[in-house]
């Protein structure tokens, strides 16, 4: 982080998905915020390991706990900077850009599904694992 923020200083937001997962965390960050969030399905790295385990229990993997990774907001002009700076780090070589902040709908996390659509993406209510630690 220490790297990152000295060759971005102007990150807006760092946040770490693990309680509630990448969803929640966008979530609460756009409630927050007061701005709206859309991902791309498509850029949004789910092993294939986890999305047959997910498959088979029901689970959905935006809603999993995910150790170890991060959510960063900067703007856009620095967007590149940052991501080779991540990416030189072993944590961080798979970095990369999954969405974007718009200005509508304020406090709400939108997904552009595969196939075109907007699947609008809610806080987890209850917990979808029982918690470990």
């Known amino acids: 982080v220490g790297e990152m923020l000295a060759a971005v200083p102007q990150i807006a937001v760092l946040r770490d998905p693990t309680r509630g997962g990448l969803a929640t965390t966008l979530n609460e960050i756009a409630k927050q915020a007061n701005v709206g969030i859309i991902l791309d399905e498509?850029?949004?790295?789910?092993?294939?390991?986890?999305?047959?385990?997910?498959?088979?229990l029901g689970f959905d993997p935006l809603y999993l706990a995910n150790e170890g990774k991060m959510v960063v907001f900067v703007e856009q002009e620095?967007?590149?900077?940052?991501?080779?700076?991540?990416?030189?780090?072993?944590?961080?070589?798979?970095?990369?850009?999954?969405?974007?902040?718009?200005?509508?709908?304020?406090?709400?996390?939108?997904m552009r599904t595969l196939i075109g659509g907007i699947r609008l993406l809610d806080m987890l209510t209850g917990d979808q694992l029982p918690r470990i630690c």
Do not use: F, N, W
């Open 42 to 56: 498509e850029k949004i790295p789910v092993r294939q390991e986890v999305q047959a385990v997910c498959k088979i």
């Open 78 to 110: 620095y967007t590149e900077r940052l991501l080779a700076v991540m990416r030189l780090h072993s944590y961080g070589r798979e970095a990369k850009v999954i969405g974007k902040v718009t200005d509508q709908p304020v406090g709400q996390v939108g």
